[in-house]
């Protein structure tokens, strides 16, 4: 179930999410096939013990529900982020670029999006029918660039070569809620900052908090709260309204 703006980079973006896939540089192709609604990915090598860790299926959160699967929960404590903080100011960039974002959203509803920024500057924005596809879609996109050039998989078109693009100074946006599988993608792409114009689940706050990943909710305007990773944020009060301090 998608809205098949990228479906190459949405594939590719679940396979890095399941943790089937090491490296981008492992895939030969993706060739997505609308008349039978699939996608056929291509290795050099294959995938070993596909089948034992395809077993278990767990359906995940939210619209659309899509699938995880092994053991959520299996290698998170394996996950290391990288020291990252974010300004107020660059909060509110990011909350301000999400509002002047011309999206479908905003003129049907029935969506969700989500962006990665650079500081306060808009990467890429994706909406899709759950926010699963649209992160999955920024992780595949990740995956097919870095600071420097692209990498290239038959079908989708990109130059060059490259291992991956960091996450240490990047900020990932969901309107989405903070679901612990939400706050899981985030770390496995190495984003260690993620805000939401939503709330949290207390699952992913715990998980957030195991992580030491920044967790911002309510993210409008100029109000948010501040769930976990506190250290991360740079408060400046002298951003704040008089009429919100202390609200």
């Not at 500057?121 to 600071?147: K, P, S, Y």
């Amino acid at each position: 179930m998608t809205l098949g703006a990228q479906p190459e980079l949405l594939v590719l973006g679940f396979l890095r999410n399941q943790r089937l896939l090491q490296s981008v540089q492992e895939v030969h192709s993706i060739t997505v096939d609308w008349d039978v609604g699939a996608a056929a990915v291509k290795t050099h090598k294959g995938i070993v013990d596909i089948r034992a860790r395809t077993a278990k299926r767990v359906v995940t959160t939210g619209c659309g529900q899509g699938s995880m699967f092994g053991d959520l929960m299996a290698e998170v404590d394996k996950l290391v982020l990288p020291a990252a903080s974010l300004t107020q100011a660059q909060l509110y960039g990011v909350v301000n670029a999400i509002r002047l974002q011309e999206s479908t959203y905003k003129s049907a509803g029935s969506v969700h999006g989500c962006g990665l920024f650079c500081g306060e500057e808009l990467l890429l924005f994706v909406e899709d029918v759950g926010r699963h596809n649209a992160i999955d879609t920024i992780a595949g996109w990740m995956w097919m660039h870095d600071d420097a050039t692209e990498v290239a998989v038959p079908g989708l078109e990109r130059p060059g070569a490259a291992a991956g693009m960091r996450g240490d100074d990047k900020v990932f946006y969901t309107t989405g809620r903070l679901t612990s599988e939400m706050v899981i993608k985030s770390a496995q792409m190495g984003v260690p900052i993620v805000v939401s114009r939503s709330g949290i689940t207390q699952m992913g706050h715990e998980v957030a908090e195991r992580l030491g990943l920044c967790t911002i909710g309510r993210a409008m305007n100029r109000r948010f709260l501040c769930y976990t990773g506190t250290e991360r944020l740079q408060l400046q009060p002298e951003l704040v309204p008089v009429s919100l301090r202390g609200a």
